[in-house]
């Protein structure tokens, strides 16, 4: 069983910078996309950075590049996954609710719709004041 949860969440001031954590456990393949989604207060959820485990692909939201860096790496002790967003220069409109998900595939184009995705953890929040 499938089980990503998130960490690092924070309220912090704009310009600041935080880094997230995705702990993925329970995985049966080694081809599959890695997402992070978040959703801001009225908002609907968007897809931020995306990464398939081949490296092939990386998708970033057009408000996040250049700040954000996704990255998926082995955990040393265990058969575990992390996955990372490097969050720069955040800005008040980054806050929101930030998720980590995985979607099953041997190809790398990482879809961007999050009813494609299968698997969701259970979210971080990030706040950024101005």
């Known amino acids: 069983q499938v089980r990503l949860a998130e960490s690092g969440g924070a309220s912090v001031q704009a310009g600041d910078s935080l880094r997230l954590s995705c702990a993925a456990s329970?995985?049966?393949?080694?081809?599959?996309?890695m997402a992070w989604f978040r959703q801001g207060p009225g908002k609907k959820r968007e897809a931020v950075a995306s990464m398939h485990t081949t490296d092939d692909h990386t998708y970033y939201n057009d408000s996040v590049k250049g700040r954000f860096t996704i990255t998926i790496s082995q955990d040393k002790d265990s058969a575990q996954k992390n996955v990372d967003l490097e969050m720069h220069s955040l800005k008040p409109e980054d806050t929101g609710i930030y998720y980590c998900?995985?979607?099953?595939?041997?190809?790398?184009?990482?879809?961007?719709?999050?009813?494609?995705?299968?698997?969701w953890g259970q979210g971080t929040q990030v706040t950024v004041s101005s």
């Open positions: 329970g995985l049966t393949s080694k081809y599959y996309c």
């Open positions: 998900a995985l979607f099953w595939s041997y190809y790398g184009d990482c879809p961007r719709a999050d009813n494609d995705y299968t698997d």
